[in-house]
């Protein structure tokens, strides 16, 4: 129970300094001072704060669009491991459960956009859905290439701490899967090159589009899940390329969450250097990935 209890802990108080990190370092890049680190928690409790409006044109699943986005990485969180620190629940095949539980989310929120009638929403519920179908296979080769090297369907095996030996032996693969997978970070979390979160421009939004119509303390859960779906898939980058297990509980959440850091600072560099890319482009980088993925699982066949 107590493992439990600091796995969220760490997930719901954590997740939002994620996004401020990547502000302040794309504020950084542009000489700005830029908002202060806390304020993603601000903007949380400003939005809670507010009351709900929903269109009476809408129905329930307008409403559960949210709710659902808000619960599923909670779910996502306690199948994987924070680093060296267990998941507080494991099972032979949970990688499936982990991945199509970001797919249930994406459903609702697809359907919550299509619910208002709105034809900008459903062109970006369109946009979203085609994306994340080509981003899909990505993720699950990545994760075949990972069972293969751990012998286990697990998410707590294939994170475990043979990747440290792993690395030694299988360093190409393993490498092809963090560049595959920070990709796919980018990719579902709306980010640039692929997306632009602060875009206001209809014809090019992608995510923020779907979301037009939300306000309040349904805005605050979108925006609350998303910074946790974030740190969630991150938590694969940062295992893989930090796979230390010191033994000291508090070391290895600090090692963890320092990772979490880091790859949100290469999130916000990422965004600073590069240019959102075509959409047409989108497709064939996504497809890309798809392909280098596999090549990884060809070399764990040798």
Same mark, same amino acid.
């Given at each position: 129970m107590l493992q439990l209890l600091l796995h969220l802990l760490v997930l719901l108080l954590f997740a939002p300094l994620m996004l401020g990190v990547i502000t302040k370092t794309k504020a950084w890049f542009a000489g700005r001072i830029g908002a202060p680190l806390l304020q993603p928690y601000w903007d949380l409790l400003r939005l809670w704060k507010k009351g709900f409006v929903f269109s009476r044109t809408t129905t329930w699943v307008f409403r559960a669009?949210?709710?659902?986005?808000?619960?599923?990485?909670?779910?996502?969180?306690?199948?994987?491991?924070?680093?060296?620190?267990?998941?507080?629940?494991?099972?032979?095949?949970?990688?499936? @459960?982990?991945?199509? +539980?970001? %797919?249930?989310?994406?459903?609702?929120?697809?359907?919550? #956009? $299509?619910?208002?009638?709105s034809s900008f929403e459903g062109m970006g519920a369109v946009r979203e859905v085609t994306f994340s179908c080509l981003a899909e296979p990505t993720v699950l080769f990545g994760l075949i290439v990972l069972a293969r090297l751990s012998d286990g369907l697990a998410l707590q095996n294939l994170l475990g701490p043979h990747l440290s030996q792993a690395w030694l032996t299988m360093s190409a693969p393993l490498g092809l899967v963090v560049v595959c997978l920070l990709i796919v970070v980018l990719v579902e979390n709306s980010r640039i090159p692929f997306d632009d979160p602060n875009t206001h421009l209809e014809l090019t939004m992608i995510h923020e589009v779907m979301v037009l119509d939300h306000s309040g303390?349904? @805005?605050?859960?979108? +925006?609350? %899940?998303?910074?946790?779906?974030?740190?969630?898939?991150? #938590? $694969?980058?940062?295992?893989?390329?930090?796979?230390?297990?010191?033994?000291?509980?508090?070391?290895?959440?600090?090692?963890?969450?320092?990772?979490?850091?880091?790859?949100?600072?290469?999130?916000?560099?990422?965004?600073?250097?590069?240019?959102?890319?075509?959409?047409?482009?989108?497709?064939?980088m996504l497809i890309g990935t798809t392909l280098l993925s596999a090549f990884a699982l060809v070399l764990t066949l040798r």
């Open positions: 669009g949210p709710v659902v986005g808000l619960v599923i990485p909670i779910l996502a969180a306690l199948l994987i491991p924070f680093g060296a620190l267990s998941a507080p629940f494991s099972f032979n095949g949970d990688l499936i @459960l982990f991945v199509y +539980l970001f %797919g249930l989310s994406r459903f609702f929120t697809a359907a919550a #956009a $299509l619910d208002t009638g303390p349904a @805005l605050g859960m979108i +925006l609350y %899940g998303a910074a946790m779906k974030m740190m969630v898939l991150g #938590a $694969l980058v940062v295992r893989l390329v930090l796979p230390l297990n010191t033994g000291m509980l508090w070391l290895d959440l600090l090692i963890f969450l320092g990772g979490e850091l880091l790859l949100a600072v290469l999130i916000g560099v990422i965004e600073s250097i590069m240019a959102r890319l075509r959409m047409p482009r989108i497709p064939q």
